[in-house]
Each structure stands twice: as C-alpha cells, then as structure tokens.
DNA sequence: ACCTGAACACCGTTCAAGT
DNA sequence: ACCTGAACACCGTTCAAGT
C-alpha cells in the first residue's frame, strides 16, 4: 500500500471521484471509499473540500464545462452553434449515466455553468434575438437538454427491469394499452431521436426570433392541480 | 403515544411518505422518521413495502398517475389533450419540488407511467401521427416535460445560493459574462415561459406530422466527445 | 399475523491527537 | 501543515424474539 503517495489537492480529489463514480458508479462514491483509492483516509479528503456536497457540486462544473469548446463561437451559424452544444452535452452525459440525475437536479451554478449559459445566450443575441427572447431561450435549451437526456438515460434499465415494459413488447397488454402496445416496437435510435428534438427546438426558436408565435394550446376546462 | 393506531397498509405508508416529503423534503425521509410518523418502529413498514426504493417508485407513480384526466380524452384536439396533461405535470411538480428528481431520474415504470405514456401516445395516433413519429413524439414530450421543469425547480435555489448569480444580476460580471448579463434580469415568469416551450414543442410536433422535417443542423467540424 | 429490539454494516462529519 | 483514530449521530435492512 505504497503508491507514490503524491500530496493530495483539490483536483486530485476530484479526478479520484469522477474516477469512481465512473467505474462503480454513484452509489459508490462515498468519502470513506474515495479516500481509501487515494490511499488515505476518508478525513484527508475535508483539507481539499468542505464537504460532498461541494465535490458534488465540482464534478458537476466539470462535466458541465465539456459542453462548450472554444471553437463554437467560430461558427457563424447560430444553429450550428447551439446544435454542437446540444449534442455534445448529450454525448458526455449518456457516456456518464451517473452524471445525469446530478446535473439535472443539482441547483449550485459554478463557472462551467456560467461559460455553458453564456455561450447559449451569446449565441442567440448575436443571431438576432431580443434579450427576453434569448432569456427564454437559454432555458428551453436547458430543458431540453436535461430532459431529453435524462429521459433516454431512464430507457434502458427500465426495460431491464421491466415486469410490463417486457409484457407491452410482446403485445399481451395490448388489450389496456394499446396506444404503446403499438409504438413500442418501432426501432428508434437515442442520437437520431435526439436530433430529431434538437432540430425541431432550434427550429421553433429562429420562429420565435421572427416574430411568429406558435399557435397558443388551450388548456381545456379540466385543467386542474390535483394534489393527492 | 395512543393515536386511533389504525392498522398499516401500503397505502397509508404512502400516503405518510408523501406527506413527510411535503412538509420536511425528501432528505427527511428515512424509513426510521416515516416509522415514528406513523406511530411504529421502521421495521414495521418492511411488512407493507419491501424496501426503501420500492416506497418511492411508489411515489412517483402516485404523481404521474395524476398527470392524466378521465376528461382529457373527451377533448378532440390534439394540442389541448396533450397540452393539458403537460401543464398538469409541470403544476403538479412545482407544487412538490422534491418530487422532479424521483420523478426525473427513477426508471422503474408503474402504472401510472404507463397510463400516461398511453394518454400521450393515444392521443398523437388519434392525431394521425405515424406509431413511429407517435413513439418519437412521446419522447419528446416527456423529455419537455421533466426537462424544463427539473430547470425551474433548480433556479429559485439558484439564485438563493448564489455568490455569483447575484453578482450577475447586478452587472458586476458583465465584463466576464456580457451575454447573460443582458439578459438575466429580464423578467419572466415560470408558468408563462412554460407555455411557450409547449406551444413551441406542440407547433413542432404537428410539422413533423405534417410532412415537414425541421432543417438539418450540423453539428460542425469540432463536435467532438470530450470525457475527463 | 403483526410488531419490536438488538444488531450489522454502513454513512458524513467533528475534533482532539499525533507526526 | 497535513493526516489520523476514535467518536457521534445517523442510515437501510436482517433476524430472532415477543405478543
């Protein structure tokens, strides 16, 4: 139990955890553990960080500043520039399953946050969209995002796991569902379908920009909050 | 210590951790706590759940059950059936904030996830979508759904938080951040900005149905995966 | 049949103590 | 200055024991 033993740091710590959470898993992660694969003790760990919810809330930024590369802001395409974001934050996050629930939930704005949402929002003034419109948009990129990702994250385990997602495929709920009994089956793969969603957003986005509300969805009569 | 003390049930055990989870969030609730909610050891509720994780998929499924309405297919346009069960979610979620990361993340699939995949799906085959522009467009709703709404529930905290997020608000970071400077104190509000992703996503949906694919975005020369 | 008490194998974090 | 050991106040879950 002599590795080199080089003194710990801040980044250290966090390699080490992203590191973990990659091989075993969230779960996994915890400081006592963390601390035994950098060969120290779980308390060595609290000199670098204050706690875990701040390596958290670290290893979040990190993954979040992938999104972005210095070579977006190159493109004169403001389409092109928010698909490349768009698609490269969902390839990191499917590549790190752990990393969605975290990301999508986690609440702490660091610096790769900012830079992200800067790029976002840069990148929709310069194509022409009014401040309050490139607010909007910044967030429905966001949510489509996290929402999209978390969502085919969700797929494959459920289908593992699945007692009636299995039953549905073979067609025997049939009878109660048969809305999904029917589109259960139809191939799909999660990067097309994801662009499908990217390009209809962006789409919708360069209509608002051009001043072309979309047809506004009434909420019906029975729109009603139902709390248990 | 002598409250009616009705006998237990699975769903008084539910009911109890709904409400637990209301009043004190969902770092509240350890099997330990909800015992001494309900008047009874822990290990007294492992007769009526089989484990912490089956308690909350079973909450989840209680919230997304209460997304659909018998009334929502007496509606005959599409865009109020969906867009109705949308807004639904997006209330019944905010009313309860620590429900979007359960409900967002937890893949296991009940009945009541079921039931409103079927609403969904139904109701987009009855539009005259394709089963597999249909399975595409469930997706795309669920992604807006969690999406958007994981987003919202993240900002107030956000902002709460933030070191940053104020010195943004106040400009002092306009010199790092001029885009989001600009825009970030533009207001708006959460059930508004919601509307508009909606419609956005509606509108979308019906093109696509339509015949109309959205424009291509490319994905540009540096769409490049980068992990660690 | 239903509930309990003690126990097991964990957590994150504190703090005084070691080098 | 940096790391540790023991301890505190928790977890979820098991299992034999009580009524």
Redesign the interface.
């Known amino acids: 139990m002599t590795p080199p033993r080089d003194a710990l740091s801040h980044d250290r710590v966090l ?1 080490a955890a ?2 973990l959470a ?1 091989a075993h898993g969230l779960d996994a992660l915890s400081m006592r553990r963390l601390g035994a694969e950098l060969g120290v003790e779980a308390m060595s760990l609290y000199r670098h960080v204050p706690n875990k919810e701040a390596l958290l809330d670290a290893m979040v930024d990190a993954i979040v500043r ?1 999104w972005i ?1 210095a ?2 802001a190159a ?1 004169t ?1 403001w ?6 974001i768009m ?2 934050a969902h ?2 996050m499917l ?2 399953p752990w990393s ?2 975290l990301i ?6 660091g ?1 790769g946050r ?1 830079r992200y ?3 976002v ?2 990148a929709l ?1 310069e194509a022409g969209f009014t ?2 419109l ?3 948009g ?3 990129v ?11 994250a ?2 494959p ?2 289908v593992a ?2 007692d ?2 299995q039953a ?1 495929a073979d067609g025997s709920l049939a009878h109660e ?4 009994s ?3 089956r ?3 793969d999660h990067d097309e ?1 994801y ?11 360069a ?2 920009r051009d001043g072309e ?16």
């Open positions: 390699q992203l590191a990659d992938s590369d070579g977006d493109s395409d389409r092109d520039r928010l698909g490349a698609h490269r390839a990191t590549a790190r969605v629930e999508t939930v986690r609440p702490r704005v610096e900012l949402a800067e790029a929002t840069t003034l401040p309050q490139a607010h909007h910044l967030h429905i966001d949510g489509t995002i996290m929402g999209f990702t978390a969502q085919q969700r797929r385990t459920a796991l699945g009636r997602v549905l569902y048969p809305g999904i029917r589109t259960i139809e191939h799909h379908e662009a499908l969603m990217v390009d209809l957003v962006i789409e919708g986005l209509r608002l509300a979309p047809r506004r969805t009434g909420l019906g009569a029975n729109y009603a909050l139902a709390i248990s």
